[in-house]
């Protein structure tokens, strides 16, 4: 049995009972249907806008979130290069220690003999870095003597912090003088600390 056969019967009751309609059924019958399809039609195209712009919405979000991952990308990409840099500069003072820095500035600046001492307090593991705080002392200087000091030892790359500083007013001889007291952190690279010890 095929298909236009199957649905003959009912297009015969549909012909019949269109045809025992009067014009003015017919017409509105007609007005229903189409008024009925341009409903469907509007609302498949409704629902299809709405689902497009929530498509185009999703796809902005998805490129705002991509864009925001590059940016990211190039700033871990940036951050790292940088770091590694800093790991570099750190390690090429690996094979020098603090006192032996400090002595070669105050020899510079011209104050070695009253570099007092230089003393480890400290050592601690910062993640990839070793920290080690020292005391260092030095005595009778003058103000500039002790600027000129700090500058030196600041500006001189080796990586380290200046904690805390104690400064002493001393009269002797009726000339007034500076005792320094400095607490000094010092950073080595662990892998590169672990070596040394």
Request: charged fraction near 30%; aromatic fraction near 6%.
């Amino acid at each position: 049995m095929a298909l236009s056969e199957r649905f003959q019967p009912v297009v015969e009751r549909v012909r019949d009972q269109l045809a025992s309609m009067s014009d003015r059924d017919r017409k509105l019958l007609l007005g229903l249907i189409v008024f009925g399809a341009v409903t469907v039609v509007a609302g498949g195209i409704w629902f299809m806008k709405n689902s497009l712009d929530g498509l185009e919405q999703k796809l902005a979000e998805r490129q705002q979130t991509r864009q925001r991952v590059v940016v990211m990308l190039d700033d871990y990409q940036e951050s790292a290069t940088k770091a590694d840099e800093i790991s570099a500069r750190i390690a090429s003072y690996a094979g020098t220690d603090l006192s032996t820095h400090l002595e070669q500035v105050a020899d510079k600046v011209g104050v070695k003999e009253r570099l007092d001492s230089v003393r480890q307090k400290s050592a601690s593991d910062q993640g990839d870095l070793v920290e080690t705080v020292y005391a260092v002392t030095l005595n009778e200087l003058q103000q500039d003597e002790l600027s000129g000091f700090l500058f030196e030892m600041e500006t001189s790359g080796y990586p380290l912090k200046v904690r805390s500083m104690s400064v002493k007013r001393r009269k002797k001889s009726g000339e007034y003088s500076l005792n320094v007291d400095l607490d000094i952190a010092t950073y080595k690279v662990a892998s590169a600390a672990g070596g040394d010890e």
